[in-house]
Nanobody
Framework: QVQLVESGGGLVQAGGSLRLSCASS????????MAWFRQAPGKEREFVAA????????YYADAVKGRFTISRDNAENMVYLQMDSLKPEDTAVYHC????????????????WGQGTQVTVSS
């Protein structure tokens, strides 16, 4: 089993930055593809970014490409999401997710989910 706990959310002004962290208690963490999803009020949960088990490849939603960076540290069982040039439309609860399957942008491809961390971007 894998347990995921997110942290690092908060309130930031538009144009600012935040770094989200996701800690995994499961093993072997290094064999899981990892991703970030987000859910804004009244909207469906959507894909943000994903990274392969070895960290060699990453994928991004068009809405965040060039502004967000996903990374991982397998030695520390951590996944990160660096968010720069934040916009009010980035406001959402951000969830970390893990899968034993190949990396995917599909929500139903992930077996493990964290509770989420709130990110609020003010204009």
């Amino acid at each position: 089993q894998v347990q995921l706990v997110e942290s690092g959310g908060g309130l930031v002004q538009a144009g600012g930055s935040l770094r989200l962290s996701c800690a995994s208690s499961g093993r072997p963490f290094s064999s899981y593809s990892m991703a970030w999803f987000r859910q804004a009020p009244g909207k469906e949960r959507e894909f943000v970014a994903a990274i392969t088990w070895g960290g060699g490849r990453s994928y991004y939603a068009d809405a965040v490409k060039g502004r967000f960076t996903i990374s991982r540290d397998n030695a520390e069982n951590m996944v990160y999401l660096q968010m720069d040039s934040l916009k009010p439309e980035d406001t959402a609860v951000y969830h970390c997710a893990g899968t034993r399957s190949p990396v995917t942008g599909a929500e139903n491809g992930y077996q493990y989910w964290g509770q989420g961390t709130q990110v609020t971007v003010s204009s």
